[in-house]
């Protein structure tokens, strides 16, 4: 069993930077896939971008702004938004996927992660 919690939401204007933490209690924190979500108000949930086991393998929706990176020692991954736009105010989850991929293939489905956080929200004002 695995307890996520994220933290780092915040109004931020647009142009600006947060950087999400999502800190996990339990065991086997390495072995997990972290991934990110967002979900803005009366969409469906999209996923964002998924650092893999060892942290040497990210993967993205869209390649630019976001980065996402992982602290093994801490039991932390992170998610960090550059140059946020009105358009990326949602609410940011991460997740954890306790399936290994071979390199080129990655976690971007809900369905392919075992735990989730409770989510953190971002807002961007323009």
């Known amino acids: 069993q695995v307890q996520l919690l994220e933290s780092g939401g915040g109004l931020v204007q647009a142009g600006g930077s947060l950087r999400l933490a999502c800190v996990a209690s339990g065991r086997d924190f390495a072995g997990y896939a972290m991934g990110w979500f967002r979900q803005a108000p009366g969409k469906e949930r999209e996923w964002v971008g998924v650092v893999m086991q060892g942290g040497r393998r990210t993967y993205y929706r869209v390649e630019g702004r976001f980065t996402v990176s992982r602290d093994d020692v801490k039991n932390t991954a992170y998610l960090q938004l550059d140059n946020l736009e009105p358009d990326d105010t949602a609410v940011y989850y991460c997740?954890?996927?306790?399936?290994?991929?071979?390199?080129?293939?990655?976690?971007?489905?809900?369905?392919?992660?075992?735990?989730w956080g409770q989510g953190t929200q971002v807002i961007v004002s323009s």
């Open positions: 997740a954890a996927c306790w399936k290994s991929y071979y390199a080129g293939i990655y976690p971007n489905q809900p369905r392919e992660y075992n735990y």
